[in-house]
């Protein structure tokens, strides 16, 4: 199995960058399907940012696009999620996750991290 750590969140203004970084142990997340969900209070968890194995295709939610950007240093053992001209309703804990298949749906990602903060202020 692997194991997630995130890292990276804060509190930032509307427009705005933060750079989250996950760290993986325990195996190669060669082995996986990377990708960032988040979560804000009184919501459902939503699929933002996927990126394949090899780091050679990426997937985004819409409202994401443009602003988001996913990458994997496999040699690193690392995935992070660099996002750009924040908005308030980005305002969520955002999730580490590795899985079998990348879609829009926590069912096919097994493991998972504890969650970053991020807060961005109007």
């Known amino acids: 199995q692997v194991q997630l750590v995130e890292s990276g969140g804060g509190l930032v203004q509307a427009g705005g960058s933060l750079r989250l970084s996950c760290a993986a142990s325990?195996?190669?997340?060669?082995?996986?399907?990377m990708a960032w969900f988040r979560q804000a209070p009184g919501k459902e968890r939503e699929f933002v940012a996927g990126?394949?194995?090899?780091?050679?295709?990426?997937s985004y939610v819409d409202y994401v696009k443009g602003r988001f950007t996913i990458s994997r240093d496999n040699a690193k053992n690392t995935v992070s999620l660099q996002m750009n001209s924040l908005k308030p309703e980005d305002t969520a804990v955002y999730y580490c996750a590795a899985g079998s298949l990348m879609v829009a749906s926590t069912t096919h990602y097994n493991y998972w991290g504890q969650g970053t903060q991020v807060t961005v202020s109007s």
């Open positions: 990126i394949s194995r090899s780091g050679s295709s990426a």
């Open positions: 325990g195996r190669s997340i060669t082995n996986y399907v």
